[in-house]
């Protein structure tokens, strides 16, 4: 069988059992190569994969890139009922630590809204503050529609799960603006020139676009990076929360407003309700975890 055929049979195999379909690039794309780099036939054998595992290994691929692509092909192996011809991924222990180098702080991020805003880029403005001020992956973007925006919370459906996560008020005023100025009734509020959900590739160029003019480190401007910088800021305000039984918080200066609020109800964006001012023309950034606690 030609490896045309095997790639469109296995496609075929990810489809029917749902696999979304950026997984279904990556492991299509994975299966290529490694027909490509050994040449095997249609029943691959468990010795050759692990042969291949192997040489990935040796030309400096990380053990978690490893991985990702060796699961491509078991998934193969098991599509075509050759079970025995799956090899065992790489162990590797998880790090406990971040890279500091990788690490996009807060004020690197306002570097970043800064510098959307300079160049008169509203989308990727209110991209950056969405990412931010939610947590959710990038494929979660298309469940930001106009109907969540008036309602103030999104479905978001991503990895076989179904959560709904809470919308700040101040983005979705925002939001709101902008709908009405590009007449977004219905459906996915960031949309391309063509009018389709913005895809992984898009959001990621208009974000490395911004490196250079806001003096950040091309390293540092990765699409999941925006969601560790919400989880770092956000367990810091819950685990401060956990020292203070009730907390008023009084204004350092005109630039920042904060509300009383108390850590033992529920700790969601209308009970914590924190904004930040931002440091250009006061426009409000919508990140409860980007505040400073002034008593």
């Known amino acids: 069988m ?55 290994t040796e030309k400096g691929y990380t053990p978690a890139t490893v991985n990702a692509m060796l699961a491509a092909v078991n998934d193969c192996q098991e599509s075509i009922d050759n079970v025995a011809g799956k090899a065992k991924p790489l162990k590797h222990q998880r790090r406990i630590f971040a890279d500091p180098g990788r690490e996009l702080t807060r004020a690197e991020y306002f570097r970043l809204l800064n510098a959307a805003r300079a160049a008169g880029n509203k989308r990727t403005q209110l991209l950056l503050e969405a990412l931010c001020s939610t947590g959710i992956r990038v494929s979660g973007l298309q469940f930001i529609t106009a109907e969540a925006v008036r309602r103030h919370k999104a479905s978001i459906r991503c990895k076989g799960k179904c959560r709904e996560i809470l919308l700040p008020a101040e983005l979705c005023h925002r939001l709101t603006r902008w709908c009405q100025k590009h007449r977004i009734h219905v459906g996915p509020v960031f949309l391309s020139r063509v009018g389709k959900p913005l ?10 676009a911004l490196c250079e003019r806001a003096n950040v480190a091309w390293k540092k401007v990765f699409l999941h990076n925006l969601r560790h910088l919400f989880a770092r800021t956000f367990y810091n305000l819950e685990k401060t929360s956990r020292n203070w039984r009730t907390c008023s918080v009084i204004p350092a200066s005109r630039r920042q407003e904060f509300i009383s609020w108390n850590p033992a109800q529920n700790m969601s964006v209308y009970s914590i309700k924190c904004t930040f001012y931002c440091e250009f023309d006061e426009s409000i950034v919508p990140f409860l975890s980007l505040t400073k606690v002034n008593i």
């Open 199 to 208: 895809s992984r590739v898009t959001v990621w160029k208009l974000l490395k």
């Open 2 to 56: 030609k490896t045309s055929s095997i790639l469109d049979t296995y496609q075929t195999w990810l489809t029917h059992r749902e696999y979304s379909p950026a997984t279904i690039q990556k492991y299509t794309k994975a299966l290529a190569r490694f027909f490509a780099d050994t040449g095997a036939g249609d029943i691959p054998t468990r010795e050759t994969v692990a042969a291949w595992r192997d040489s990935l």
